[in-house]
Nanobody, 118 residues
Framework: QVQLVESGGGLVQAGGSLSLSCAASGRTFSSYAMGWFRQAPGKEREFVAGIRWIGGSTYYADSVKGRFTISRDNAKNTVYLQMNSLKPEDTAVYYC???????????WGQGTQVTVSS
């Protein structure tokens, strides 16, 4: 069983920055691929960023490429999402997710609200 707890959401003006954290339980965190997703009101959940378990390579949705950075600290069982140059369209609930068995994201956090005002 894996538990994921996000933190760091809040209200920020357009052009500002926020950093999200996701603390994970589990002794084999370093073997999980991790990701961030978001869901805006009235829209489906969408992929934002991911980081692989080996090598730490990262990948991003086109809408956030160059503005967001995902990283992980395996010693702290934590994955981060640094969000810069935020836009009102980035407003959403952001979810952390873990892929523990290489077959898709199978554990999810409860989400944290990010609101970007114009």
């Amino acid at each position: 069983q894996v538990q994921l707890v996000e933190s760091g959401g809040g209200l920020v003006q357009a052009g500002g920055s926020l950093s999200l954290s996701c603390a994970a339980s589990g002794r084999t965190f370093s073997s999980y691929a991790m990701g961030w997703f978001r869901q805006a009101p009235g829209k489906e959940r969408e992929f934002v960023a991911g980081i692989r378990w080996i090598g730490g390579s990262t990948y991003y949705a086109d809408s956030v490429k160059g503005r967001f950075t995902i990283s992980r600290d395996n010693a702290k069982n934590t994955v981060y999402l640094q969000m810069n140059s935020l836009k009102p369209e980035d407003t959403a609930v952001y979810y952390c997710a873990a892929d523990t068995n290489r077959s898709g994201f199978d554990y999810w956090g409860q989400g944290t609200q990010v609101t970007v005002s114009s």
